[in-house]
């Protein structure tokens, strides 16, 4: 297993997996699942969700990754369980169907940097032209997998690890500024309020299961990308620290991303919040807007800046979803490394073409699916984001603590956890995670899973 590779440090792993974590869930999807669900009301689920349900599933992805040093589908027969490699599969189907269409809304991110960069404020009123110019917004998509390509390509420690390790710190100083900025603006604190505000009336079960889905989606759990960062972590690395920090980092920049965007909506829209549901439109139909009264000098760098710090934060999280199919190739089928990542981001980016032609470009695609119950018809892309975001990551959350505890054993877990954090046997944390992987995470995600599909995809509602 030499030649695999692996991180060169405690911090790279940590830059990298936050990295993978941190993304456009953050910084576009939150807000906007923050601003249909009621402010403050999604965000006390949202982290109820991330620490409760979403520790114990990170916790067994990582030490299930550095046991096998294998990716997703390989680590379950190497730990002598070939008939559970089904979940390493659906993992690795549920990565390639997300990046297929991350790869479409990073190009917007990067296309929307191009125009600030050139003064093109009216690029926000021209969001729905924009999406449907499936050239231009294919090209962006092309150089995004490129760049993405070219970063995997070089390896972990050369590629994965040196990219987050220059990406990572330079987002987090983009958008602290920008979040100190926003809220020096008229009307700021209205955006604030509205964030910490909590509305409970807005809390309906569809709410709930987004609510689960980001969590999941945000940490990039249920998949097995942390199985496969996992198994390039050293030996000495201590697991439990690790997943503190990367949940922190994740839900840090989720919550610093909300104090940068509403103040920004409530100084453009005067302080009036009553009506910010903006969808999925809420960054890039809203924003260029706001940019655009700060005058052409600052709103021009602040507009670059916001966008720059959108495509950062979506490359570092493509790199970890095409290094999951990639691992899988690299180990499974002996392929070169170059191989693999070049077959396969060509073969993710033609699986995505669905995805670029569904925002109102191909009326087939973009009217794709009527789920029963309702009479409003879903494009293909939010068809496959509620589909591998909403349902597939919980899914694979569940099943995945059901291997660790009543397959592979608690016992096995926690003396893989003991490697690097001897203090582990025995502690209060133990018992913790012990209870989620046996009974908490099983039970409830099992139960949201069942209610997502029946609700989703059937209008069968039970809240
Ligand atoms: N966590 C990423 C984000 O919040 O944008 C998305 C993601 C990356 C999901 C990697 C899953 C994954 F394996």
Same mark, same amino acid.
Request: aromatic letters at 16%.
């Given at each position: 297993? !030499?030649?695999?590779?692996?991180f060169s440090?405690?911090f790279?792993?940590?830059?990298?997996?936050?990295?993978?974590?941190?993304?456009l869930?953050?910084?576009w999807?939150?807000?906007?699942?923050?601003?249909?669900?009621g402010?403050?009301?999604?965000?006390?689920?949202?982290?109820g969700?991330c620490?409760?349900?979403?520790?114990?599933?990170?916790?067994?992805e990582?030490?299930?990754?550095?046991?096998?040093?294998r990716?997703?589908?390989?680590?379950?027969?190497?730990?002598?369980?070939?008939?559970?490699?089904?979940?390493?599969?659906?993992?690795?189907?549920?990565?390639?169907?997300i990046?297929s269409?991350?790869n479409?809304?990073?190009?917007?991110?990067?296309?929307?940097?191009?125009?600030?960069?050139?003064?093109n404020?009216?690029i926000?009123?021209?969001?729905?032209?924009?999406?449907?110019?499936?050239s231009?917004?294919g090209?962006?998509?092309?150089?995004?997998?490129?760049?993405?390509?070219?970063?995997?390509?070089?390896?972990?420690?050369? #590629?994965?690890?040196?990219?987050?390790?220059?990406?990572?710190?330079?987002?987090?100083?983009?958008?602290?500024?920008?979040?100190?900025?926003?809220?020096?603006?008229?009307?700021?604190? !209205? #955006?604030?309020?509205?964030?910490?505000?909590?509305?409970?009336?807005?809390?309906?079960?569809?709410?709930?299961?987004?609510?689960?889905?980001q969590a999941?989606?945000?940490?990039?759990l249920?998949?097995?990308a942390?199985i496969?960062?996992?198994?390039?972590? #050293?030996?000495?690395?201590?697991?439990?620290?690790?997943?503190?920090?990367?949940?922190? !980092?994740?839900?840090?920049?989720?919550?610093?991303?909300g104090?940068?965007?509403?103040?920004?909506?409530?100084?453009?829209?005067?302080?009036?919040?009553?009506?910010?549901?903006?969808?999925?439109g809420?960054?890039?139909?809203?924003?260029p #807007?706001v940019?655009?009264?700060?005058?052409q000098?600052?709103?021009?760098?602040?507009?670059?800046?916001?966008f720059l710090?959108?495509?950062?934060a979506a490359l570092?999280?493509?790199?970890?979803?095409?290094?999951?199919?990639?691992a899988?190739?690299?180990?499974?089928?002996?392929?070169p490394?170059?191989?693999?990542?070049?077959?396969l981001?060509?073969?993710?980016?033609?699986i995505?073409?669905?995805?670029?032609?569904?925002?109102?470009?191909?009326?087939?695609?973009?009217?794709?699916?009527t789920?029963?119950?309702?009479?409003?018809?879903?494009?293909f892309?939010t068809?496959?984001s509620?589909? !591998?975001n909403?349902?597939?990551?919980?899914?694979?959350?569940?099943?995945?603590?059901?291997?660790?505890?009543?397959?592979?054993?608690?016992?096995?877990?926690?003396?893989?956890?003991?490697?690097?954090?001897p203090?582990?046997?025995?502690?209060?944390?133990?018992?913790?995670?012990?209870?989620?992987?046996?009974?908490?995470?099983?039970l409830v995600?099992?139960?949201?899973?069942?209610?997502?599909?029946?609700?989703?995809?059937?209008?069968?509602k039970?809240?």
């Amino acid at each position: 297993m !030499a030649t695999r590779g692996g991180f060169s440090s405690k911090f790279g792993f940590i830059a990298a997996a936050a990295g993978s974590a941190v993304g456009l869930g953050n910084i576009w999807k939150f807000p906007f699942e923050v601003g249909d669900g009621g402010g403050a009301a999604f965000v006390v689920m949202y982290l109820g969700f991330c620490f409760v349900l979403c520790f114990p599933v990170m916790v067994s992805e990582i030490a299930i990754g550095r046991r096998t040093q294998r990716n997703p589908v390989g680590a379950f027969e190497a730990l002598g369980y070939k008939n559970w490699k089904f979940i390493g599969m659906m993992g690795i189907l549920s990565g390639v169907l997300i990046l297929s269409f991350y790869n479409v809304v990073a190009g917007w991110a990067f296309g929307y940097f191009l125009e600030m960069v050139q003064g093109n404020f009216g690029i926000g009123g021209q969001f729905s032209d924009f999406v449907k110019n499936v050239s231009r917004v294919g090209l962006y998509g092309i150089c995004f997998m490129l760049a993405t390509a070219f970063i995997v390509s070089k390896g972990i420690a050369g #590629g994965v690890e040196k990219a987050a390790k220059f990406l990572m710190p330079t987002l987090i100083v983009i958008i602290l500024s920008l979040a100190f900025y926003a809220m020096t603006l008229p009307n700021a604190m !209205a #955006g604030v309020t509205f964030y910490f505000l909590p509305d409970f009336s807005k809390i309906t079960s569809d709410v709930v299961y987004s609510a689960l889905g980001q969590a999941f989606f945000s940490l990039s759990l249920g998949m097995g990308a942390l199985i496969t960062y996992g198994s390039y972590v #050293g030996k000495n690395d201590n697991i439990i620290e690790s997943t503190v920090l990367i949940t922190l !980092a994740d839900v840090g920049i989720a919550f610093i991303a909300g104090l940068m965007m509403f103040p920004l909506v409530a100084y453009m829209n005067q302080g009036d919040m009553s009506n910010i549901s903006g969808g999925a439109g809420l960054i890039f139909a809203t924003l260029p #807007g706001v940019f655009e009264t700060l005058g052409q000098g600052t709103g021009v760098f602040i507009g670059a800046l916001f966008f720059l710090l959108l495509s950062f934060a979506a490359l570092t999280s493509t790199v970890s979803l095409l290094e999951v199919p990639v691992a899988f190739v690299v180990d499974e089928f002996k392929l070169p490394r170059k191989v693999a990542v070049w077959g396969l981001a060509t073969f993710i980016f033609i699986i995505g073409v669905p995805s670029l032609l569904s925002n109102g470009y191909s009326p087939f695609w973009t009217e794709f699916v009527t789920y029963f119950g309702s009479d409003k018809p879903t494009d293909f892309m939010t068809f496959v984001s509620d589909l !591998a975001n909403d349902t597939m990551l919980p899914l694979g959350g569940c099943l995945i603590t059901l291997f660790t505890a009543y397959i592979w054993k608690k016992e096995n877990l926690s003396d893989e956890i003991a490697v690097g954090n001897p203090k582990f046997k025995g502690s209060l944390i133990e018992k913790l995670i012990n209870l989620g992987i046996s009974y908490i995470c099983p039970l409830v995600l099992g139960s949201l899973f069942i209610l997502t599909v029946l609700d989703r995809f059937f209008g069968i509602k039970f809240i």
